[in-house]
């Protein structure tokens, strides 16, 4: 890894330990708001296709950076173990992010925005699985996709609450 202190932490959990508190605190914050607004607009989310399941994508987007944040908490956790929590992570979340979107793009009807919903929603999830397998290989970057997975998670669920508080009003 050599001496620069940007590789060395990349593969170093615990010098991540401020960023998984704020994202921890965060992401824990706008999980309660999404309650809020799915909670206000139930019965309009349950009568439009694909929206109740868009309301679960928008969960799992935040849940997931709290769970990575949690993961990185863990006291004395070796980056091995961290790496194979955040790969399978990555992969639970990517399926699962995957299965709403079949439901929330269906193939039958003219979507337009697909490109985009596809755009706020995977890169939510998949740099997870390759942070994952870059901390368990020691390269190609490490912990530094896993900021990317995080701002994109918190990205792409606050777009999904706004259509689910505003737009859904229009």
């Known amino acids: 890894m050599g001496d620069d202190p940007q590789v060395s932490a990349a593969y170093t959990p615990t010098d991540w330990h401020d960023l998984y508190v704020a994202t921890a605190s965060?992401?824990?914050?706008?999980?309660?708001?999404?309650?809020?607004?799915?909670?206000l607009n139930i019965e309009r989310i349950l009568n439009f296709e694909g929206l109740p399941e868009r309301a679960m994508?928008?969960?799992?987007?935040?849940?997931?950076?709290?769970?990575?944040?949690?993961?990185?908490?863990?006291?004395?956790?070796?980056?091995?173990?961290?790496?194979?929590?955040?790969?399978?992570?990555?992969?639970?979340?990517?399926?699962?992010?995957?299965?709403?979107?079949?439901?929330?793009?269906?193939?039958?009807?003219?979507?337009?925005?697909?490109?985009?919903?596809?755009?706020?929603?995977l890169p939510a999830s998949v740099p997870l699985v390759v942070g994952g397998a870059s901390l368990l290989a020691g390269r190609g970057g490490g912990l530094y996709w896993i900021v990317a997975a995080i701002a994109w998670a918190i990205l792409g669920a606050s777009v999904n609450a706004w259509v689910l508080l505003v737009e859904i009003l229009r």
Not at 60 to 72: D, E, F, K, Q
Not at 97 to 109: E, F, K, S
């Open 26 to 39: 965060a992401t824990a914050a706008l999980t309660g708001l999404l309650f809020v607004a799915v909670s």
């Open 57 to 121: 994508q928008t969960l799992v987007m935040l849940l997931t950076p709290l769970i990575v944040s949690i993961a990185g908490l863990i006291p004395g956790q070796s980056k091995t173990a961290l790496g194979v929590e955040l790969l399978v992570l990555g992969v639970g979340s990517t399926c699962a992010i995957v299965q709403t979107l079949r439901r929330t793009i269906p193939a039958g009807r003219n979507y337009q925005r697909a490109g985009f919903h596809l755009l706020i929603t």
